[in-house]
């Protein structure tokens, strides 16, 4: 209790609030224009963020984190194009409502399964601390080391019909980590005699390339389009007494949410995916799924809106980011030398607190907003999609040059910036990249750290939870051999999906 | 015959147009690195095999080449599309817009930040296509509040433009400070 205290000290200060409050709204926005998302919205503001008290910078990025999938439901549902990645199952039944005249009950429908979601998953947050606090401790380097190889498993087996792809790119993001001066040997790696490679390539440049400027790129080789929205009329809390009806689906939903946002790689699309394959299955109308099913948008929303509180709990307890958007965060911690992991709940308990209450607090504020401004909302998103290029290349230099004031790094962002319109074009996935490049950092350092404790290789096993990480890494891969192998009886190979290319946005 | 189709099933998938031209590209780019690596890396004697500088970017090199081979046999298993160089040919375009937002970093030390924000944001809206009065307008106050969020009220840091020397005392101080 007194924790939850410290916590809501540290919020009860005007920038946190302002913060707070611009990074909610600011993301409701951002989520409701298809074409932006949160990854382009966070890695433009980050160099921005480094300016500002740790709290300060990371409740803005956490409010733009948490509230983009509230707004990117707006899109889905009026004009079946998702605001966000996350809310590409949303349109599957939002839309077929809107047709069907039922606009207004689904934007309801959407916004209370993902304030059910959004507060499920942070009440999930604040109950399993103290187990966090208790088991993080626990982890030394191998446990950590071990933890990180799975999340780079796990990254490259979640790309379902890209793997070898995703297997490519989350090796190039370890080597991208690899270069540069060797922080222990002081040796040179493969900076071919460049001095502006000696200090490695930087994070942020690669993930200002990949999401933000690959983005513009994107928008502005493709033809113009404006994306027209009809307003919606009646009281939007309707939504609330319907989601009663469906409580089952709800919270089954919200935990699926919870889980997988938990386990680093795997996130919001297999959360989505899951619920909505559950809610179908248990479904006394299986056949109105995609047809316009509450049921079917409760699923979606319910779960995906549950993700970034259980994706806090690997960051902050282990410093291991599961998917991009809390690797760009990972960043913010560490200019401001708070590291995550199990000592952040020892030193910094009133932070983790306050980011939990900030968490909370969002979802109230993005709530309260939608309600009153979904209208002017669809107002906003018809911003012509090549000026929105133009916006997000101007907005891109502020974050790549902001730095170190380096047009190196500008014309590095840039050669990211082609090679991510090349892999969203083909539909392949970046975050293999930049999850490469965190984890193969942590990586590194946690066997170099680990390696005078081991005399012979089965010693990196010899402790409970490495034992129990390990058994968990085979378990990962034994079932992904069956399913492939079942699939390969079976003759079914997977039709093309736009899932990866949303994850870019 | 039955275990060469056994082969392509495993590997054959929905690709996109030019995937098999980024695949070759993968993989040349995988290999050459890898063929660097006893030029770019050194190796320490006395050290523990993963200590060494070398590991990392040898166990990266050659699992990004494992897999780019695979992503390339995939590749050139899984049916052919139509449209593959005009894919490429779309791709060599955005190198265009890549160019302009160097031209623009490299513009913002001389110009500074305001009038080359304003300038580069008209050039492009120009160049892609729109001439509309209202349009125009749009741009020009969304690059004026771009400039006053992260220059005037974040201040973050931009280098200030070398053309700001030439102004009047006062209002080069003002400039050179906010815009």
């Known amino acids: 209790m007194e924790n939850l205290l410290a916590g809501a000290e540290m919020l009860a200060r005007w920038d946190v609030m302002v913060a707070l409050l611009v990074g909610s709204i600011g993301g409701v926005i951002i989520g409701a224009i298809p074409g932006v998302g949160p990854a382009v919205a966070i890695a433009i503001l980050l160099p921005a963020t480094f300016s500002l008290d740790p709290i300060v910078g990371l409740t803005m990025l956490l409010g733009i984190y948490g509230s983009s999938m509230y707004g990117g439901a707006i899109p889905a549902i009026l004009i079946n194009t998702p605001g966000t990645a996350v809310n590409a199952l949303t349109s599957y ?28 998953g942070i ?37 379902r019909g890209q793997i070898f792809a995703a297997g490519m790119l989350a090796m190039f993001g ?10 222990f040997t002081y040796t040179q790696r493969y900076t071919f005699g460049y001095s502006f490679l000696s200090s490695g390539i930087n994070l942020i440049v690669v993930v200002l390339g990949l999401f933000a400027l690959s983005q513009a790129f994107f928008l502005l080789t493709a033809p113009d389009s404006s994306p027209e929205a009809q307003p919606v009329s009646g009281k939007l809390t309707s939504g609330f007494r319907e989601l009663m009806g469906h409580k089952r689906v709800a919270s089954v939903s919200a935990s699926l949410g919870v889980m997988m946002g938990m386990i680093p790689g795997v996130g919001e699309f297999t959360a989505q995916f899951m619920s909505y394959t559950y809610a179908q299955k248990s479904s006394d109308t299986p056949d109105d799924f995609g047809k316009g099913a509450p049921e079917g948008l409760i699923a979606s929303e319910a779960a995906n809106n549950a993700v970034p509180a259980a994706a806090m709990i690997p960051l902050l307890a282990l410093g291991i980011p599961g998917e991009a958007l809390t690797a760009m965060m990972l960043s913010v911690f560490y200019v401001h030398n708070v590291i995550p992991g199990p000592q952040l709940f020892q030193n910094n308990i009133d932070l983790v607190y306050g980011l939990y209450l900030a968490l909370l607090l969002l979802n109230v504020i993005v709530i309260l907003f939608l309600l009153v401004s979904t209208n002017l909302l669809t107002k906003i998103i018809r911003v012509p999609t090549r000026f ?36 969203k074009r083909l539909n392949l996935p970046v975050v293999p990249i930049i999850l490469g490049m965190v984890l193969g950092g942590i990586l590194e350092v946690k066997l170099r750290s680990a390696l005078p404790r081991l005399k012979t290789p089965m010693d990196m096993i010899d402790r409970p939870i490495s034992f129990i990480i390990f058994v968990m890494i085979l378990l990962v891969i034994g079932l992904h051999l069956r399913t492939l192998i079942r699939e390969i009886k079976a003759h079914q190979i997977d039709d093309d999906h736009d899932l990866h290319d949303t994850q870019m946005r | 015959m039955s275990r060469v189709r056994t082969l392509q099933a495993l590997f054959k998938r929905y690709r996109r147009p030019g995937d098999i031209v980024f695949a070759w590209f993968a993989l040349i780019v995988s290999l050459f690195l890898l063929s660097q690596l006893f030029e770019q890396t050194a190796f320490k004697a006395g050290g523990k095999l993963p200590a060494q500088p070398r590991f990392w970017p040898a166990v990266s090199l050659t699992g990004m080449s494992f897999f780019a081979a695979l992503h390339l046999l995939g590749s050139a298993l899984s049916e052919r599309l139509d449209g593959r160089w005009r894919e490429v040919g779309l791709w060599i375009a955005s190198l265009e817009y890549a160019a302009w937002f160097i031209a623009y970093a490299a513009a913002v030390p001389y110009a500074g930040y305001l009038p080359a924000t304003i300038i580069f944001a008209l050039l492009l809206v120009l160049r892609v296509g729109y001439r509309s009065r209202m349009l125009l307008l749009s741009t020009l106050l969304s690059a004026v509040i771009i400039v006053l969020l992260f220059k005037t009220l974040l201040q973050v840091k931009l280098p200030a433009g070398q053309i700001y020397e030439v102004l009047p005392d006062g209002l080069r101080q003002l400039m050179l400070n906010y815009f």
Do not use: Q
């Not at chain 1, 604040?126 to 990254?155: D, K, N, Q, Y």
């Open chain 1, 93 to 120: 039944d939002g839309y077929p409502m809107t047709k069907r005249g039922e606009g207004h009950r689904a934007l309801s429908l959407a916004y209370s399964a993902s304030f059910f979601g959004g507060i499920f």
């Open chain 1, 123 to 159: 009440l999930c947050l604040i109950l399993l601390s103290p187990v966090l606090a208790l088991i993080a401790p626990m982890f030394g380097s191998r446990e950590i080391f071990l933890a990180a190889l799975l999340g780079i498993i796990l990254v490259v087996l979640a790309h």
């Open chain 1, 174 to 183: 370890i080597f991208l980590n690899t270069i540069g001066l060797d922080a």
């Open chain 1, 388 to 423: 929105l290029g133009v916006l997000i290349l101007i907005l891109s230099f502020v974050g790549v040059y902001s730095l170190r004031n380096s047009l190196t790094d500008c014309m590095l962002a840039a050669g990211f910036g082609v090679l991510g319109l090349i892999l």
